[in-house]
């Protein structure tokens, strides 16, 4: 361990020279010893509990007082004796205390509804605490989450900040705000990915405009608080595992970027999205759905090989026989694909790599099927879509809002009722 190293969060001592520490990056228990150095539960004590002194005349003295004593100033193997270190270990216990009094944001932030027609998984507990953290909990819904982008790059609301704008302030919680929604975006609500994921790109420069999105987004939240993934309990004849990608071509027109996006349902459901921007600069849109295609076929085979481990583990027929389909609407992009790289004068800038589906549908893992732009779920994480599209997009990957599926899973439950 070198003499750089900080002190990771204290959980106990083995002797009153050696204590215990947790890493909070890796999740390991370490050991060290200290010189010289007498550690005492009383003074110091486990994270989450109380320090306590023998009674006088018949009370128990709670002290709420944490503090860390070295009584000589070396240390070995740590770093040396200082007031900032001292401080950071201080901090440590400070926060986990208040961690340990915080009421079930994160530990019951996801709730799963069972009915007889499937399993609803949703976040509106912690969807109505964000909208309170933020003062939207009182405001006018709206229908979707972002407004339909101008094509004039000047126009357009989610451009970057521009010569004769202000910097937000500390005193907007932007980054707060971001890191809350990528949170709800990446767990129960894929319809806001793609807009979360464009206002995260400002974060160091952010500007009103930026938190009038952050604002338009917590408003279709506030419509939309008891939304989640339904799961149906139906038994369809539908592959298990069916995706959808797609790419928006100049998503990001100001540095040449475009988007990426894809969705992978079961039953009809979103069980793994993705919507991000592009690293690489695409010189057609025929280009930019390769490179789409491409991370969509990386994460079908990570769910193939996940779906056969949990079958395999549970003595359970293999599922991964046949190859699953990944829908893609660019014809160009589908002829390439299924014909390899072949270096010509339109695609050998393109790195071959980014063939790799070729050789999967060669494997029989996947199989590319052209579908209508209309129908690609992939839409919804690559560019705004008017109300009707999103809509219809949005019920398409299997999300639905608490109080209606409970209505409808009454009526039917009367309606089987009633053919008894």
């Known amino acids: 361990m070198g003499p750089q190293r900080r002190l990771g969060i204290y959980v106990g001592f083995d002797s009153p020279s050696i204590i215990r520490y947790l890493e909070p990056l890796t999740g390991d228990i370490f050991r ?3 010189a010289d150095c007498h550690f005492d539960e009383t003074i110091f004590p486990l994270l989450g509990e109380e320090k306590s002194v023998p009674k006088e005349q018949g009370k128990l003295v709670h002290e709420e007082q944490r503090e860390l004593s070295w009584a000589v100033p070396t240390l070995s193997h740590l770093d040396p004796r200082t007031t900032q270190c001292e401080n950071e270990v201080r901090r440590i216990v400070h926060l986990q205390r208040i961690a340990n009094q915080m009421p079930d944001a994160f530990n019951d932030a996801t709730k799963i509804e069972h009915s007889a027609d499937g399993t609803l998984v949703h976040q509106s507990n912690y969807t ?4 309170k953290r933020f003062g939207m909990d009182k405001a006018h819904p709206l229908s979707t989450p972002m407004v339909v982008r101008s094509l004039d790059t000047k126009k357009d609301p989610y451009r970057p900040k521009g010569d004769d704008e202000m910097v937000l302030g500390p005193e907007v919680p932007y980054l707060s705000a971001i890191g809350a929604l990528m949170y709800l975006a990446q767990c129960t609500r894929p319809d806001i990915a793609f807009s979360v994921n464009l206002l995260a790109r400002y974060s160091s420069a952010p500007t ?16 939309t608080t008891d939304m989640g993934l339904f799961y149906s309990s139906e038994l369809t004849d539908a592959p298990s595992i069916v995706g ?8 990001d027109p100001h540095q040449g970027r475009s988007q990426t996006g894809y969705v992978f349902t079961c039953g009809g459901t979103a069980i793994s999205w993705r919507s991000t921007k592009q690293t690489l600069v695409a010189t057609s849109s025929n280009h930019s759905e390769i490179l789409a295609l491409h991370e969509a076929s990386r994460e079908c085979v990570w769910l193939r090989s996940m779906i056969r481990h949990i079958r395999s583990t549970c003595a359970l027929p293999s599922a991964t026989n046949t190859p699953t389909i990944l829908n893609e609407d660019n014809a160009a992009c589908i002829a390439q694909i299924t014909g390899g790289y072949i270096k010509g004068d339109r695609t050998k800038h393109i790195s071959p790599k980014f063939f790799y589906t070729h050789e999967l549908q060669k494997s029989q893992e996947i199989k590319v099927r052209q579908i209508r732009s209309s129908d690609n779920l992939a839409d919804l994480f690559t560019k705004s879509l008017p109300k009707c599209t999103f809509q219809k997009l949005v019920h398409g990957i299997g999300l639905r809002q608490l109080c209606k599926q409970s209505n409808r899973s009454m009526q039917n439950q009367g309606e089987h009722s009633r053919v008894l």
């Open 32 to 34: 060290a010893r200290f």
């Open 128 to 131: 109505e605490k964000v909208l």
């Open 208 to 223: 009103s405009r930026h938190w009038t999105g952050i604002k338009h987004i917590l408003r279709y939240l506030r419509g």
């Open 244 to 251: 959808y990608a797609d790419a928006g071509y100049l998503s």
